[in-house]
């Protein structure tokens, strides 16, 4: 079993920064693929980020160049650094932690809410 937790959302202005971590823990040698996806108030949860043990990593078009996903292995914890938020990024984030490349779709966090607004 895997438990994933994910932390550092939070309000943050248009043009601000956050950084999000998933911890994993448990069975985690079973993990090849760590990703970020996030649900926005009346939306499907849509894929935003992922990234492979090797390093590989890859992103959707709408954050391409403002988020920079990495992981630290020896750690078990993935992390999302979001730059130049605007209020569209505005959701609930969730990591998964699974072998699917690139939207794996394993394990879930709990989730943490992002809201950008003035």
């Known amino acids: 079993q895997v438990r994933l937790v994910e932390s550092g959302g939070g309000l943050v202005q248009p043009g601000g920064s956050l950084r999000l971590s998933c911890a994993a823990s448990g069975t985690t040698f079973s993990i090849a693929v760590m990703g970020w996806y996030r649900q926005a108030p009346g939306k499907q949860r849509e894929w935003v980020s992922s990234?492979?043990?090797?390093?590989?990593?890859m992103y959707v078009n709408s954050v391409k160049g403002r988020f920079t996903i990495s992981r630290d292995n020896a750690k078990n914890t993935v992390y999302l650094q979001m730059n130049n938020l605007k209020p569209e990024d505005t959701a609930v984030y969730y990591c998964?932690?699974?072998?699917?490349?690139?939207?794996?779709?394993?394990?879930w966090g709990q989730g943490t809410q992002v809201t950008v607004s003035a």
């Open positions: 998964n932690g699974g072998s699917t490349w690139p939207k794996p779709n394993g394990y």
């Open positions: 990234i492979t043990t090797g390093g590989s990593t």
